[in-house]
């Protein structure tokens, strides 16, 4: 899914273990509940995304964009690229 745009897309549930979104758009989606183990969000945009109750083990979030997404900060712990600074998070 590299390099789409995917705005608005519903993936409550959804397994997407070493997914690709790397360059895509991913705003203003629905990613709750989802598995994101190892997916790569490299340089994607999440914003306006809602992130509650998704796993994000190993996933790699380099330079994406996330402002503003709902998730919880303890969701990124085990993330890779991850930034602080990149994001504003609302929490659930």
């Known amino acids: 899914m590299s390099n789409y745009d995917l705005t608005d897309i519903n ?23 989802a598995d994101f183990t190892d997916a790569d969000f490299t340089n994607a945009i999440l914003s306006e995304s809602d992130l509650r109750g998704a796993t994000l083990t190993r996933a790699n979030f380099t330079n994406a964009y996330l402002v503003p997404v709902t998730a919880s900060p303890r969701q990124f712990s085990e993330c890779t690229g991850w930034d602080a600074s990149n994001a504003i998070l609302y929490s659930p």
């Open 11 to 33: 993936l409550e549930g959804s397994i997407c273990k070493g997914c690709s979104f790397r360059g895509s758009m991913v705003a203003w989606a629905n990613l709750k509940s």
